[in-house]
């Protein structure tokens, strides 16, 4: 061989796939030869230190199983239970009515944030077009392209937060 072996030829001849030529190729080059000797010394090392190892984890003897006491078991139990009956309550709590609409007439339009306690509002009189009121949501019996006259309650940044249809 004209050049040095290369690492799949020296792992392949340690793991005792030895042909002719790798033999032959050892024999007339020093440099190839020490690469399998370092290579083989420390996959011996490796080896050493895994039987020390078994020897080490073979000789301990098991020493007895604990079990945890059934006060800690109470002790972790009683929270969770609790937790879980404060759960039971909350979601059981019915939820209040809707008060806004009765008391006011107005709709609250839908996907729209709530103004915040010190947001200023105004109710503005105009003709909505049906077309925006269909849009967000609203059903109604008139033609897309009318109007019809409504109270609109603004935020203070002009945005439409609920409506209240005139008659």
């Known amino acids: 061989m004209s050049s040095h072996l290369s690492e799949e030829q020296i792992a392949a001849w340690l793991a005792g796939e030895r042909s002719a030529d790798v033999e032959a190729h050892l024999a007339g080059c020093a440099p190839c030869a020490a690469e399998v000797g370092r290579t083989a010394g420390a996959l011996e090392l490796f080896r050493e230190s895994g039987a020390r190892c078994?020897?080490?984890?073979?000789?301990?003897?098991?020493?007895?199983?604990?079990?945890?006491?059934?006060?800690?078991r109470w002790a972790i139990a009683?929270?969770?239970?609790?937790?879980?009956?404060?759960?039971?309550?909350?979601?059981?709590?019915?939820?209040?009515?809707p008060v806004e609409q009765a008391q006011t007439g107005f709709v609250?339009?839908?996907?729209v944030v709530p103004p915040l306690p010190y947001e200023r509002t105004e109710i503005?009189?105009?003709?909505?077009?049906?077309?925006?009121?269909?849009?967000?949501?609203?059903?109604?019996?008139?033609?897309?392209g009318a109007s019809v006259p409504a109270e609109v309650l603004v935020g203070q940044d002009d945005r439409p937060l609920a409506i209240r249809i005139l008659e």
């Open 54 to 72: 078994a020897e080490y984890w073979g000789s301990l003897e098991p020493g007895p199983v604990r079990r945890p006491s059934r006060t800690w």
């Open 78 to 97: 009683a929270p969770l239970m609790a937790a879980l009956v404060f759960a039971v309550v909350l979601i059981r709590r019915p939820a209040p009515a």
């Open 108 to 111: 609250r339009i839908p996907y």
């Open 124 to 144: 503005v009189h105009m003709n909505v077009p049906v077309a925006a009121l269909i849009a967000v949501g609203f059903r109604r019996d008139e033609p897309a």
